[in-house]
């Protein structure tokens, strides 16, 4: 069973930073496709970042330049580094993995309030 550990979500001033963490765990050959959704209150999910198993980013054009994904393979841990955040960066942030034979996978969400 796939499971999806996700930490570093909190409070924090605007310009300031936070790293959110995924860990993922339960799939014996890892996962392709890690990355980060948000999803503030009463608007649509959307894509933050998703990076796959070789390294390739995508951002929206919202955070690129100001957040950082990254992804430790031999830990099947995706990274969110979030820098100089912004107000409307406040969001819930949900981990996304993507398996290798396509099954999509959600973390619980870690909260992001970012206090202007």
């Known amino acids: 069973q796939v499971q999806l550990v996700e930490s570093g979500g909190g409070l924090v001033q605007a310009g300031g930073s936070l790293r959110l963490s995924c860990a993922a765990s339960g799939i014996r050959f890892g996962f392709d496709t890690m990355g980060w959704y948000r999803q503030a209150p009463g608007k649509q999910r959307e894509l933050v970042a998703t990076?796959?198993?070789?390294?390739?980013?995508n951002y929206a054009s919202s955070v690129k330049g100001r957040f950082t994904i990254s992804r430790d393979n031999a830990k099947d841990t995706v990274y969110l580094e979030m820098n100089s955040l912004k107000p409307e960066d406040m969001a819930t942030y949900y981990c996304?993995?993507?398996?290798?034979?396509?099954?999509?996978?959600w973390g619980q969400g870690t909260q992001v309030i970012v206090s202007s």
């Open positions: 990076i796959s198993r070789g390294g390739n980013t």
């Open positions: 996304n993995v993507v398996s290798d034979y396509g099954a999509v996978f």
